[in-house]
């Protein structure tokens, strides 16, 4: 029998990224940027522009840099500390494009061949698609790993992507014989916001690239805006079912229901609890009210701190100085390990 692999013994540790590709809605705040804000009081955190994701397709320059100042701003108007949680930008950190190559080398052509966003993104035209597109998921996996982070709060859309993560972690310990090194890190997932879908089409994801605005709340929304485009969104004429079970088959609704329960911080069942057997006439106005509460307050931040570029400048100049005291003797270890010239 072989002996079991022992596993990473070292600190834990937070890591995500947001690509500097638009501006923030629902589905980034619910799925990834209030989970950020919770995690920063309990763990070790990293949080990072991935500026180096989004040239996989086209970027405009000067679009790229007013961008990733955005997302930026958006973090810290969502609640994140920069004195707590490291805010970086990921090109200004090389160890993120030493460690893809790496990784290049120990992830197989088969398993990107599976990744879905991949077929997605890259359409029916995949021939004309950029090598980086491909590879993209390697590079997330050189984000997480340069910094041994061991927890990685996403969307449910990034769970296929961090299983590679893992794999591509243990496939690196195994062929450099270095049991334990990377750790395999877990997503953190769960909980009601893990999916946000469109609200023109409930069997959609929520996304930034959605042709039509009203798809979306952005974080930018003012209240007006935001009540209009919860009015507006597509649910049905019944009224609100008793259990869960009851949502099924009915995807706007269940949306709407979702969004309440993760801007509330309770649970579907809950909300049903407390609306079942009314309409969307009565439980629209309450989810609009809800959500204007909690995305107006961050709008505003955001336009604020968007009003002085030179903060958001120190803030990720800080950042990348902490993030390179990290993940820079990682590196010089993966150098000694694989046996690269003078390491
Ligand atoms: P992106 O904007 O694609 O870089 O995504 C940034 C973060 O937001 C990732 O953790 C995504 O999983 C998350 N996210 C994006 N869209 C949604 C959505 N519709 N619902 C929940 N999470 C989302
Ligand atoms: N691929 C992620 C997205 O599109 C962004 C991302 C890049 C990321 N590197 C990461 C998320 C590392 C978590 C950890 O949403």
């Known amino acids: 029998m072989s002996e079991p692999t022992p596993s990473y013994t070292g600190p834990q540790r937070v890591f995500s990224g947001v690509q500097p590709t638009g501006a923030l809605h629902l589905g980034n705040y619910l799925g990834a940027l209030k989970k950020f804000v919770a995690l920063q009081h309990t763990h070790d955190c990293i949080f990072c522009v991935v500026d180096l994701h989004a040239i996989t397709v086209p970027q405009d320059p000067k679009m790229l840099a007013s961008n990733t100042r955005k997302i930026t701003a958006a973090f ?15 090109s200004a950190v090389r160890a993120h494009s030493e460690l893809a190559w790496i990784f290049n080398c120990s992830a197989r052509m088969g398993w990107l061949e599976r990744m879905t966003q991949f077929k997605d993104k890259a359409g029916q035209d995949k021939e004309r698609a950029s ?19 061991t927890h990685v709060p996403v969307g449910e859309d990034q769970k296929q992507h961090l299983e590679l993560s893992r794999d591509i972690a243990e496939r690196f310990n195994r062929d450099y014989d270095a049991p334990g090194f990377f750790p395999l890190p877990d997503p953190l997932i769960k909980g009601p916001g893990a999916r946000v879908m469109s609200l023109k089409d409930g069997t959609k994801k929520m996304s930034k690239s959605d042709p039509s605005d009203l798809s979306r709340i952005n974080l930018e929304d003012d209240a007006d805006t935001i009540a209009r485009k919860i009015k507006k969104a597509r649910t ?13 088959g009915r995807d706007g609704a269940a949306n709407l229901v979702g969004i309440y329960a993760a801007l509330a911080g309770t649970t579907d069942q809950a909300v049903l609890d407390e ?39 120190k803030v990720l100049a800080d950042g990348a100085k902490r993030a390179r005291a990290i993940a820079d003797p990682i590196i010089e270890d993966v150098r000694r390990t694989i046996g690269f010239w003078g390491s």
């Open 131 to 149: 090598v980086g597109l491909f590879a993209y998921p390697v590079l997330q996996a050189a984000d997480i790993l340069a910094y041994k982070a």
């Open 275 to 313: 609306y079942a057997g009314k309409g969307f006439g009565i439980f629209k106005p309450a989810l609009a009210e809800l959500t204007v509460n909690a995305i107006t307050p961050i709008g505003e931040e955001l336009a604020r701190l968007n009003a002085d570029p030179g903060h958001i400048d």
């Open 76 to 90: 810290l108007a969502a609640g994140l500390d920069p004195e707590r949680a490291v805010l970086f930008v990921q």
């Open 236 to 248: 049905d004429p019944e009224p609100l079912p008793e259990s869960i079970d009851g949502l099924k």
